[in-house]
């Protein structure tokens, strides 16, 4: 009988296929920005293009997902759903604002899913994941969902105090998209490491062994 082989597990990998698309979708634009003319239609040029790279981006990030970790976690079809939709109304109606409310979406819907769950004592960041924590028990699991929880509520705000700062009217898109893809990356990172002592604490095993997925818009 021939084993069947179990699917490689690889941290690069998952940062690839997590946030190559956003840094595609980041150096896309700074490349098609204009340095001059009229920075108005630029901009939106810009933007249309660096959108169009995005999602071609983020259905190879699926594939490489499925070819190389062996799954689509529910988490990545989602967002991948909405980057693809928002960037398919960004493109056919010239607007960059879909493309900035996107996140927005995507962190309220998470948010929705996880407050949803502990309401009934489920935790669904394990659903959404589909990661594995060895030995993490499940008010370990409750009280991650419930900290990505906040913390999606929280960057949902923090992306809309953002984009009525920065936006494509008074020029400040690409500060937008700076603080989006460093800033809100960063401050994710710091979020989840953050995270580490209490899952120790509710039985994590060996943290450098789990395999770690960061929740991502």
């Not at 940062?15 to 595609?24: C, F, I, Q, R, W």
């Not at 700062?165 to 400040?172: P, S």
Request: proline residues 4%; positive net charge; hydrophobic residues 50%.
């Amino acid at each position: 009988m021939t084993a069947t082989r179990k699917p490689q597990k690889s941290s690069w990998i998952n940062l690839l296929v997590d946030y190559g698309p956003l840094l595609v979708f980041f150096l896309a634009y700074r490349h098609f920005n204009p340095k001059g003319g009229d920075p108005g239609v630029g901009a939106v040029v810009a933007v249309t293009k660096s959108t169009i790279a995005f999602m071609v981006a983020t259905v190879i990030a699926l594939i490489v997902s499925q070819w190389r970790l062996g799954k689509i976690s529910p988490m990545l079809w989602l967002s991948s759903t909405l980057i693809i939709g928002f960037g398919a109304l960004t493109v056919f109606l010239g607007d960059p604002t879909w493309i900035q409310i996107k996140p927005t979406v995507i962190y309220v819907l998470f948010a929705a899913i996880l407050f949803t769950g502990l309401r009934f004592r489920r935790a669904m960041l394990r659903d959404l994941l589909q990661s594995a924590f060895d030995g993490l028990n499940e008010e370990g699991w409750l009280k991650l969902s419930r900290n990505w929880a906040w913390f999606f509520a929280f960057l949902a705000v923090f992306n809309e105090v953002l984009r009525h700062m920065y936006n494509k009217d008074n020029g400040g898109f690409e500060t937008w998209l700076t603080i989006k893809v460093w800033g809100v990356t960063a401050l994710s990172f710091l979020f989840t490491f953050a995270q580490v002592p209490m899952l120790m604490r509710h039985g994590l095993g060996d943290a450098a062994q789990a395999e770690t997925e960061v929740p991502h818009d």
